[in-house]
């Protein structure tokens, strides 16, 4: 009895909650670093410095890389959203840990099975990872923290986001309900 | 005074210590939310789980009128916080690609690293295909660069472009959010929700 209460009471947090504490943990950032959080930034960057590692002639020509560097000094993996979502991991695992959720799994609804949700996972990545690129940023680093400075690209690429998702669920319905 | 690493109040290190600390809170938050569920995030799009919706908005107008009074209080200056730019045209098809993702994929990449975190398969093979994109992306980069510089109109800023002042603006974006606060209660008691 006692289990049951305990597992309702820790189940997840309140949204409205939730959402003023990642206001808090955004205005922080703006406060400290003068920038939003972000994601796609971190992939991009082992992106680069994996290529510059492994294949250093392409990536010395090749206009991604160069314009990259050109933008940014440094090392690409030493990069303030890279440090984020590292904390990301850390946070995501200790709260997964109080509320009890540490577990391996494929996650996806009865009516599918794991492996029609791991392909349609991956591809569900590989746009995001491409459009990220194209958007300046994901739904963190565009989306939310454009909006908490108000920028006008910021809330476009939201609203895109948004309107994509919505425009194209009824296509992927079978996937979710 | 702030922001505190743009004026040289902490140093570079101090500054990448502390995005670390940051990313603890911005996970921890967004698993508590429930934001490792892929089908929690995909409730949106069907109506029944609202809380991206919730989540998401909170959290952008709590940040928006906290920089807002900061600047009022002169604790930061606004013209020294990052705005991101606007190219229009890659934003939206950028956006429209990402919306695509966001319905097959069933998460974004935020919230893919919270449910990888936690032992979610589905969120790391999701986070596999991040990076096989991302170096699509790097490699056919002259597919894409004409479209990713086309229509360039600096960091404006949405109140400007619309002659608003950032506060009547920030008013009217507290009512929307308070709006669609009102229609997602609704939406979900409409739409029947499985236990997952």
């Known amino acids: 009895m006692e289990k049951t209460t305990l597992s309702n009471r820790t189940k ?8 003023v504490l990642l206001g808090l943990v955004l205005l922080a950032a703006n406060f400290i670093a003068g920038r939003g959080l972000g994601a796609s930034g971190a992939i991009k960057s082992v992106v680069v410095s994996t290529t510059q590692t492994v294949a250093p002639k392409y990536a010395e020509n090749a206009r991604f890389f160069k314009e990259y560097k050109e933008e940014h000094s440094g090392s690409p993996m030493k990069n303030w959203l890279v440090f984020q979502m590292l904390g990301v991991l850390v946070g995501g695992f200790v709260s997964g840990a109080f509320a009890g959720r540490l577990k391996f799994k494929v996650e996806h609804s009865p009516k599918i099975t794991s492996r029609r949700r791991l392909i349609f996972a991956l591809l569900g990545g590989i746009f995001f990872g491409v459009g990220s690129q194209l958007g300046r940023g994901c739904t963190s680093g565009s989306a939310l923290s454009g909006m908490a400075v ?10 895109a986001i948004f309107g994509g998702a919505y425009a194209l669920a009824w296509f992927f319905r079978k996937n979710w309900i | 005074m702030g922001p505190l690493a743009v004026n040289d109040i902490i140093s570079s290190n101090t500054n990448f210590f502390l995005a670390f600390v940051i990313g603890i809170g911005f996970g921890f938050v967004l698993e508590q939310c429930g934001f490792s569920s892929s089908r929690k995030l995909a409730g949106l799009f069907y109506g029944y789980d609202m809380v991206v919706l919730k989540v998401f908005f909170t959290g952008g107008v709590t940040a928006m009128l906290g ?3 900061f600047s009022l209080f002169g604790w930061v200056d ?14 939206v098809v950028g956006g429209l690609i990402m919306g695509a993702g966001f319905i097959m994929g069933g998460f974004c990449p935020g919230t893919s690293f919270c449910g990888a975190a936690i032992g ?6 999701f986070i596999l295909g991040l990076f096989i994109g991302v170096y699509f992306y790097a490699f056919g980069y002259p597919l894409f660069e004409t479209l990713y510089k086309a229509t360039p109109m600096g960091s404006p800023k949405i109140s400007t472009m619309i002659g608003l002042s950032d506060g009547i603006f920030a008013l009217i974006l507290v009512v929307v959010a308070l709006g669609m606060f009102y229609v997602s209660e609704w939406v979900e008691k409409t739409f029947p929700r499985e236990e997952y």
């Open chain 1, 12 to 19: 997840y947090l309140n949204p409205y909650i939730g959402g």
């Open chain 1, 150 to 159: 108000l920028s006008f690209g910021g809330i476009i690429t939201m609203m």
């Open chain 2, 78 to 91: 606004l013209g020294m916080v990052y705005v991101n730019p606007t190219f229009l045209a890659s934003a």
């Open chain 2, 120 to 125: 979610k398969i589905d969120a790391m093979i």
């Open chain 2, 67 to 69: 920089l807002l009074f």
